[in-house]
């Protein structure tokens, strides 16, 4: 491959990001976290119709009343934080009405995450907005916050700094891509 190829930022980025399930308490710096959000604002939508919105949680309170109610959601042990103590919880919710609303979002967590590693802020998707945005909890924290609409939750991207340094990915499966030359 040539070098050029190899040596690629974004690549780099696509092939070393990990999920991270142990983070430093420590805040993502406001800069970082305004540019990884506006990469999310970039993702590509069906038809341009820019279905997903992006609620960007720092507030300590809220970010633990959205942990409880995921891990009531996911029916684990009371004290288990599924956000691993990930500072930051950016929601991605994404407009029904709009036929892709779900693909649209699912990429809106991508970029985020890459945005993320390229800056040295570790990330995790964290399923469950589904059912939080669903249930009175989540409706009452999009009306608190003014947003009107049919939303489903897609996810939460969970930012901070990693504890520990990232695992080695693991290998591809055989056969993942097949070409057609």
């Not at 990990?18 to 939508?45: H, Q, W």
């Not at 038809?47 to 959205?66: C, F, H, S, W, Y």
């Not at 004290?79 to 407009?95: C, K, Q, R, T």
């Not at 049919?150 to 700094?161: F, M, P, Q, T």
């Amino acid at each position: 491959m040539p070098e050029d190829i190899v040596m690629n930022e974004t690549l780099k980025v696509l092939e070393t990001r990990r999920s991270c399930r142990n983070f430093k308490p420590d805040m993502v710096e406001d800069e970082k976290l305004e540019a990884i959000v506006k990469a999310g604002t970039y993702a590509a939508t069906g038809m341009g119709k820019q279905a997903p919105i992006i609620i960007a949680v720092t507030n300590k309170e809220l970010r633990d009343k959205i942990s409880e109610e995921n891990r009531k959601i996911g029916g684990w042990n009371e004290g288990f934080d599924p956000f691993y103590g990930a500072p930051v919880i950016l929601i991605v919710l994404a407009d029904k009405a709009v036929g892709t609303y779900q693909y649209d979002g699912s990429l809106v967590l991508g970029n985020l995450m890459n945005a993320a590693e390229s800056l040295g802020v570790a990330s995790i998707w964290i399923h469950r907005a589904k059912e939080e945005f669903e249930s009175e909890f989540g409706k009452k924290i999009l009306a608190d916050l003014g947003i009107e609409g049919d939303y489903e939750g897609i996810g939460h991207c969970a930012l901070g700094y990693a504890a520990e340094p990232a695992k080695a990915p693991a290998p591809r499966k055989e056969n993942y891509a097949y070409y057609v030359r």
